[in-house]
Structures are given as C-alpha cells and as structure tokens.
T-cell receptor
Framework: DAGITQSPRHKVTETGTPVTLRCHQTENHRYMYWYRQDPGHGLRLIHYSYGVKDTDKGEVSDGYSVSRSKTEDFLLTLESATSSQTSVYFC??????????FGPGTRLTVL | AQRVTQPEKLLSVFKGAPVELKCNYSYSGSPELFWYVQYSRQRLQLLLRHISRESIKGFTADLNKGETSFHLKKPFAQEEDSAMYYCALRSGGSNYKLTFGKGTLLTVNP
C-alpha cells in the first residue's frame, strides 16, 4: 500500500464534541483529499489540499474544516460532531497526474 | 457539472458467468475515467484507468464517448471478484479531483 495511514482507525464520540482525524503520507505527494463513504451515496469529497496551507472545499464541506501545515499531514476536524457525520472517512493522496491512493479509512460513530 | 451514474446498486452473478458493471458519465470536456474496487472492509484500490487500456484481474473497460459510458466487463466471474466497485471521473484543471458514482456491490455466487 502507498505510504498513507489514518488515525484513529475507529472512534466513538458524542454529539457536540470536536473530533480530529489525521491523514499521514510518506510519499511527498502534493495533493491530499478527504472523503466520506456512506451507503447509497458512494464517496463524497469533503475537502482537499493542493499544497501546504492550500485547501479548498469539496461537495460536502459543511461542518468540517481542514488544515495542512506540512506536506505529510492533512487533518480533518469536525467542529461539533453530529449524528449525521457518522461515517467512514477516507483520505487519499495523489501526485496529480497519477491515480489517487487511498488510506485504510476511519470509522467514526457519533452518538 | 459532472456526474457519474452507476445504475445498479447490487449485482449478483454465478461463478463463471459474464459480468458487466455499468457506468455512465456526464461531462462536457474530455474526461478521464477510473474504476476503483473495495474488497470487504478494505481500502479502495485502483482497478483500471481508461488511458492505460490495461486488463487487470481479467477486467476490461472501454470508454465510449458517444454513449458517455465506461462499463466494466469480465467474461468469467470468480468468487474473489465479490466487492464494491466504484466508477470515477476526473476532469481537467480541477486539482485532480475525482467524482465518484454511488457504487455497485457485486456478489459472485458459487
């Protein structure tokens, strides 16, 4: 697998609490992406980054923020978790011209 | 706006039978199409991209611009092909973002 890890792999939290998910890569790829995967919806892009400190919104960005202070790390924060954010979150990386490589996913449950 | 449609949520075939997973897209420019596969509780991995025209694990897919389709085919399905399959489109000049279809869950029965 491409050098991409996600932490934590599983998390259970309560409504209203902040949650941060981490994506870490060892490939030095420029582009990083956060998706959520839900039954019946496939994968939907939350936010993406095209360089250090360069980020932009995807199609389902409400309630989420991201930060990328160094090439290898891309953080996704749920500012105040809601039950509708219960999902599996995938990070992906890309050098641009090649395909996206996906991380192992984080299963988040918001009670 | 670009869109990817996978009309079948579920597809069930018997081992040895041909399988075709449908993918249609909507995009005004010149698209780049991919098929990703996700085996049970694993990460997504690339199966095919149309520009490479490879055959991976016996699967092939041809881009038909006239019908705006990129259907995935395999002549003889195997049980290990059981997985979720996603079609994805990448448009130019978009920071290489992908738009995914909703996926088709393929089950190959013995």
């Amino acid at each position: 697998d491409a050098g991409i890890t996600q932490s934590p792999r599983h998390k259970v939290t309560e409504t209203g609490t902040p949650v941060t998910l981490r994506c870490h890569q060892t490939e030095n790829h420029r582009y990083m992406y956060w998706y959520r995967q839900d039954p019946g919806h496939g994968l939907r892009l939350i936010h993406y980054s095209y360089g250090v400190k360069d980020t932009d919104k995807g199609e389902v960005s409400d309630g989420y923020s991201v930060s990328r202070s160094k090439t290898e790390d891309f953080l996704l924060t749920l500012e105040s978790a809601t039950s509708s954010q219960t999902s599996v979150y995938f990070c992906a990386i890309s050098a641009g011209f090649n395909e996206q490589f996906f991380g192992p996913g984080t299963r988040l449950t918001v009670l | 706006a670009q869109r990817v449609t996978q009309p079948e949520k579920l597809l069930s075939v018997f081992k040895g039978a041909p399988v075709e997973l449908k993918c249609n897209y909507s995009y005004s420019g010149s698209p780049e199409l991919f098929w990703y596969v996700q085996y049970s509780r694993q990460r997504l991995q690339l199966l095919l991209r149309h520009i490479s025209r490879e055959s991976i694990k016996g699967f092939t897919a041809d881009l038909n611009k006239g019908e705006t389709s990129f259907h995935l085919k395999k002549p003889f399905a195997q049980e290990e092909d059981s997985a979720m399959y996603y079609c994805a489109l990448r448009s130019g000049g978009s920071n290489y973002k992908l738009t995914f279809g909703k996926g088709t869950l393929l089950t190959v029965n013995p």
